[in-house]
């Protein structure tokens, strides 16, 4: 018996607004639609890793037992940025293959309020956003994309095909935030926020939650749940490496490349054998550059890529067919795990009228500010 | 505290790399250099983030001027904070990378270019902070 890790049970729920409702109670949303899609409860779990960054010194998933059983199993509160779900997507991981545990749940949520995220200054002394340039997450990404305008020249319209892209295949998410088509001339006619990201290029900022039971190979065929399982080929934690511009400009290509590279090699497997990413689209700007990152385009060839329609619904490499966080929504926590769900749901030929036909391989790729980033890669088992 | 407590207000740096020397002498933005490897970066560092060595950073002022690497312009931001602007990424010649606002420039996509040759001015700027401290802050200025 092999000591691989497989998903078998996932879900999330519709990400939206829950101002009337606690972090918890999404969390708990979350784990009990995971723990229903395997057949599981929550007595059955040994372990539980809760992502969650804006209450990460509130016990989140202490309080999601609260709503679920209170089952007395060790609970760890992940948080690292943008990838707090799939790093506590990766704790658990890391704690079956190490044989310590064959099942434990992995829960990721979040409650956003709206408006920009990021921002210079901290408490000591004056503000120094629009003094000192700008943190804001729009500039940053804007930043990311405007370097790669520089360096192969990628035009606006580029960058927010991205969003016409992601923003069409939402129409076919029924749990995305927003179901809508935006044609090229509203994304690029839309309010400027950080040239060259629109409003429509950002991602939108929502609540929400997703969960997944992780299973060693042993207790998936003892509970006789192998058909619908989904094996864990490889799993990646990286933080920034040493670049020279870094501190300024933050560098999410590194990072990026850094793990990629560990997870293809884990995996055995290249950019080629990959049927579906799932990637950081935080900003339309950012799946640009994570086209050259992730290795599905050569150096330079990102906006053709594009162009090309091979990241479309039908194309070579599909790309975002969930409607991506431009769409689905990014609710920093349950990001990670969402997009586990969403590879997942594929790979078990579940994914309805956005269903990539064929797929074996999926790739999950999310960077946090800061800077970490996590890739996993799934296989139908 | 008393109020006759209270420190008399100072000049200050934006940032804790804006160096406003006690003895009077001119403000200068401070970089460490690593004498193992060689690399330049922004702010005082005693140990090296490229290679790690933990001897041998030798404290540096960083060059007044540079190149434009990087830029965005910016029309939404914080209530208060006035817009556009440009957010100008710089590379500073001799080392060391810097964000900042790029000033002189219109804020449209077909003005900026890559690589231009900027000045990195430092000047008081009107903000106090609640301890009516008073503010230097570090600009881009394209060289004319």
Not at chain 2, 54 to 74: D, S
Request: aromatic share 6%; proline share 5%.
């Amino acid at each position: 018996m092999s000591n691989d890790v497989y998903v078998v049970g996932t879900d999330m729920i519709k990400f939206g607004r829950f101002p009337e409702r606690s972090v918890p109670e999404l969390g708990a949303q979350a784990a009990l639609m995971a723990l229903d899609d395997c057949g599981l409860t929550i007595q059955d779990m040994q372990a539980v890793y809760s992502g969650n960054l804006f209450e990460a010194s509130a016990g989140v998933g202490q309080r999601i037992l609260r709503e679920i059983g209170q089952t007395g199993v060790p609970v760890v509160n992940v948080a690292n940025a943008c990838a707090t779900g799939a790093t506590a997507f990766r704790e658990g991981w890391m704690a079956v293959k190490a044989g310590i545990y064959d099942v434990v749940l992995c829960v990721g949520s979040e409650q956003m309020g709206s408006g920009l995220l990021g921002g210079g200054g901290g408490g000591k002394g004056i503000p120094t956003e629009g003094l000192l340039g700008s943190g804001t997450m729009p500039s940053v990404f804007a930043h990311v994309g405007l370097e790669h305008t520089r360096q192969y020249g990628t035009t606006f319209e580029q960058f927010a095909k991205v969003s016409v892209k992601n923003h069409f295949h939402s129409t076919l998410n029924p749990k995305a935030m927003y179901q809508k088509e935006t044609p090229l001339e509203e994304v690029m006619g839309a309010e400027m926020i950080s040239y060259p990201n629109t409003k429509l290029m950002c991602s939108v900022n929502v609540d929400g939650s997703a969960a997944a039971v992780l299973c060693s190979e042993k207790k998936a065929r003892e509970l006789g749940l192998m058909g619908r399982a989904v094996k864990v080929r490889a799993s990646a934690l990286t933080s920034d490496p040493y670049t020279a511009r870094n501190i300024a400009m933050m560098d999410f290509n590194a990072v990026t490349r850094l793990a990629a590279k560990t997870a293809y090699e884990m995996a055995g497997l290249g950019p080629d054998d990959v049927d579906l990413i799932e990637l950081h689209d935080c900003f339309a700007t950012a799946e640009i550059v994570h086209y050259e990152n992730l290795g599905i385009a050569k150096e330079g060839e990102a906006g053709s890529l594009i162009d090309s329609g091979a990241t479309q619904l039908g194309g070579r490499i599909p790309v975002n067919v969930s409607g991506g966080l431009l769409s689905k929504g990014h609710p920093l926590g349950a990001t990670g795990i969402a997009n586990i769900y969403e590879i997942t749901t594929h790979l078990r030929g579940e994914a309805g009228g956005r269903q990539v036909e064929g797929a074996k391989i999926g790739l999950t790729h999310v960077v946090g500010a800061g800077s970490a980033c996590a890739v996993h890669i799934l296989e139908k088992a | 505290m008393s109020a006759a407590l209270k420190p008399e207000p100072t000049t200050k740096g934006a940032v804790p790399f804006l160096v406003v020397p006690k003895d009077g002498s001119a403000p200068y933005l401070a970089g460490s250099k690593c004498t193992k490897c060689g690399e330049v970066v922004v702010g005082t560092r005693e140990t090296c983030g490229k290679c790690g060595a933990r001897k041998g950073m030798e404290h540096v002022k960083l060059a007044g001027t540079g190149k434009l690497y990087n830029f965005t312009i910016v029309h939404r931001n914080f209530p208060g904070v006035p817009v556009p602007f440009i957010s100008a990424i710089v590379d500073v010649d001799g080392g060391g990378t810097l964000k900042g606002n790029l000033l002189g420039v219109e804020p449209k996509p077909d003005a900026i270019k890559f690589d231009m040759p900027v000045n990195i001015v430092i000047k008081p700027v009107p903000q106090k902070d609640k301890d009516g401290n008073s503010y230097l802050a570090y600009f881009f200025e394209p060289q004319s």
